[in-house]
T-cell receptor, first 113, second 112 residues
Framework: NAGVMQNPRHLVRRRGQEARLRCSPMKGHSHVYWYRQLPEEGLKFMVYLQKENIIDESGMPKERFSAEFPKEGPSILRIQQVVRGDSAAYFC???????????FGQGTRLTVV | GNSVTQMEGPVTLSEEAFLTINCTYTATGYPSLFWYVQYPGEGLQLLLKATKADDKGSNKGFEATYRKETTSFHLEKGSVQVSDSAVYFCALPASNTGKLIFGQGTTLQVKP
């Protein structure tokens, strides 16, 4: 049973480009969460999605960031016009319901040059 | 809303020493509580959990007891190994949407 799959593992973008991060949840999981981790810092919640719905986006920056979880296919976190401050590790997690444990992917490490 | 606070790190121990990492929480009701571990360069892994008051979660020699009287969920291990060096996160679900809220993480370094 495959775990949460994130790709790419490493992504380098120049300032002003777009970054697209993909997350395939565990089989049977319909809840997806995105977190950001800066070096030597903890996890910061970004967004919580269920299939085709955003449940909680209280941690998403108001501009340049968006997320989706379509009926078919992986969840996508999109960052437009990246800046150096977007450099971080982005983790996706999934669960089969709310208020329970979530399982994490290996993360995508975004570097903006 | 629900929240969680962990002890500051880093924690540096010698091999075979006893480990305690403190975690206290504020919550509506009695949500499940979790400990996650993150090894360098990897994602978080669920280490153990407790789903109700007085439950003890255990895994790989680590234990934590859900104590409602002290609103705590301290992580313990009787004899740490170098391979336990990692960052440990305490977590619980948010009161409104059920997403997981994490403590700030505690770095453990075990020296031979």
């Amino acid at each position: 049973n495959a775990g949460v799959m994130q790709n790419p593992r490493h992504l380098v973008r120049r300032r002003g480009q777009e970054a697209r991060l993909r997350c395939s949840p565990m089989k049977g999981h319909s809840h997806v969460y995105w977190y950001r981790q800066l070096p030597e810092e903890g996890l910061k919640f970004m967004v919580y999605l269920q299939k085709e719905n955003i449940i909680d986006e209280s941690g998403m920056p108001k501009e340049r960031f968006s997320a989706e979880f379509p009926k078919e296919g992986p969840s996508i976190l999109r960052i437009q016009q990246v800046v150096r401050g977007d450099s971080a590790a982005y983790f996706c997690a999934s669960s089969d319901r709310e208020n329970t444990e979530a399982f994490f992917g290996q993360g995508t490490r975004l570097t903006v040059v | 809303g629900n929240s969680v606070t962990q002890m500051e790190g880093p924690v540096t121990l010698s091999e075979e020493a006893f480990l305690t990492i403190n975690c206290t929480y504020t919550a509506t009701g009695y949500p499940s509580l979790f400990w996650y571990v993150q090894y360098p360069g990897e994602g978080l892994q669920l280490l153990l959990k407790a789903t109700k008051a007085d439950d003890k979660g255990s895994n790989k020699g680590f234990e934590a007891t859900y104590r409602k009287e002290t609103t705590s969920f301290h992580l313990e291990k009787g004899s740490v190994q170098v391979s336990d060096s990692a960052v440990y996160f305490c977590a619980l679900p948010a009161s409104n949407t059920g997403k997981l809220i994490f403590g700030q993480g505690t770095t453990l370094q075990v020296k031979p």
